[in-house]
């Protein structure tokens, strides 16, 4: 599965932003869904994930509350909206795609990444 992100820019803090990553393929509700991200000179980091039907969700603590994972399997994407956005959320977004869903599995499939800056 081939997968585009896209929606990142530049917000004041306090503000929204939705991100969007479109999957190719016929077979996109057979995978779960994820969104990374990664800051400046720090490790990618695990921000959210959503099963194959969209029933089952988890967040990273720092997340929680603010941003809301969701995806459309008839439009073959998902969706991560955020909100109540902060000075340390500036980073790259990425997506990924894996047949397996749970907490802390490595993620087979990677989109190219999108940049969101979030100014103080």
């Known amino acids: 599965v081939q997968l585009q992100a896209s929606g990142g820019g530049l917000v004041q803090a306090g503000g929204s932003l939705r991100l969007s990553c479109a999957a190719s393929g016929r077979t996109f509700s057979s995978y779960a869904m994820g969104w990374f991200r990664q800051a400046p000179g720090k490790e990618r980091e695990f921000v959210a994930a959503i099963s194959w039907s969209g029933g089952s969700t988890y967040y990273a603590d720092s997340v929680k509350g603010r941003f809301t994972i969701s995806r459309d399997n008839a439009k073959n994407t998902v969706y991560l909206q955020m909100n109540s956005l902060k000075p340390e959320d500036t980073a790259v977004y990425y997506c990924?795609?894996?047949?397996?869903?749970?907490?802390?599995?490595?993620?087979?499939?990677w989109g190219q990444g999108t940049q969101v800056t979030v100014s103080s």
């Open positions: 990924a795609a894996n047949i397996d869903y749970g907490l802390g599995i490595p993620y087979d499939y």
